[in-house]
Antibody, heavy 121, light 108 residues
Framework: QITLKESGPTLVKPTQTLTLTCTFS??????????VGWIRQPPGKALEWLAL???????RYSPSLKSRLTITKDTSKNQVVLTMTNMDPVDTATYYC?????????????WGQGTLVTVSS | SYELTQPPSVSVSPGQTARITCSGD??????AYWYQQKPGQAPVLVIY???ERPSGIPERFSGSSSGTTVTLTISGVQAEDEADYYC???????????FGGGTKLTVL
């Protein structure tokens, strides 16, 4: 059974750096083809893909946010960490991590519950 | 940047068929995926690889593809199907992922 859970601060100040951790179980990030991605959703708005990391440390970032994002993995801890620099109120959103299904076009077959991050002074 | 286009809203009466479209230039090269999201919940994958249905998803959910458009069809819509639906795919190289803007399905 695959499960994922996001953790991190619920409130950050403008210009600060956000660090979110995805802790998962039921799969290993050392298995060929497997990945973990991050997606966010501002209140009342659409889903937006942010980044993903594969078992072989291949990393992909949204072109519009690439300069602000870093994704890393700790295979031994079953964790993936996303950092986003220079946070702004427009970055207020629910942030999800999800398991990337290993075949075909990258997609998300299992999702965490999400964590709401508010950016405010 | 690459975009997927969905209608903002679709309304149907119970028992009718709902069709939600998603258009994108790279869809002939990349699979499309559909997610259902109910208020306050995480998205759930309902269709993968254009037309495949994950286990546990009702048979009334189906998907199809034609050229640069993919379609999610819900036959015999039920009240519980009222939700936001998002398509997702990738650019032609498969490097960058993208979600459509979402379609709110209202069951009248």
């Amino acid at each position: 059974q695959i499960t994922l859970k996001e953790s991190g601060p619920t409130l950050v100040k403008p210009t600060q750096t956000l660090t979110l951790t995805c802790t998962f179980s039921g799969f290993s990030l050392s298995t060929s083809g497997v990945g973990v991605g991050w997606i966010r959703q501002p209140p009342g708005k659409a889903l937006e893909w942010l980044a993903l990391i594969y078992w072989n440390d291949d990393k992909r970032y949204s072109p519009s946010l690439k300069s602000r994002l870093t994704i890393t993995k700790d295979t031994s801890k079953n964790q993936v960490v996303l950092t986003m620099t220079n946070m702004d109120p427009v970055d207020t959103a629910t942030y999800y991590c999800a398991h990337v299904e290993p075949a075909g076009t990258p997609n998300f077959d299992y999702w965490g519950q999400g964590t709401l991050v508010t950016v405010s002074s | 940047s690459y975009e997927l286009t969905q209608p903002p809203s679709v309304s149907v009466s119970p028992g009718q068929t709902a069709r939600i479209t998603c258009s994108g230039d790279a869809l002939p090269k990349q699979y499309a995926y559909w997610y259902q999201q109910k208020p306050g919940q995480a998205p759930v994958l309902v269709i993968y690889k254009d037309s495949e249905r994950p286990s546990g998803i009702p048979e009334r959910f189906s998907g199809s593809s034609s050229g640069t458009t993919v379609t999610l069809t819900i036959s015999g819509v039920q009240a519980e199907d009222e939700a936001d639906y998002y398509c997702q795919s990738a650019d032609s190289s498969g490097t960058y992922l993208v979600f459509g803007g979402g379609t709110k399905l209202t069951v009248l």
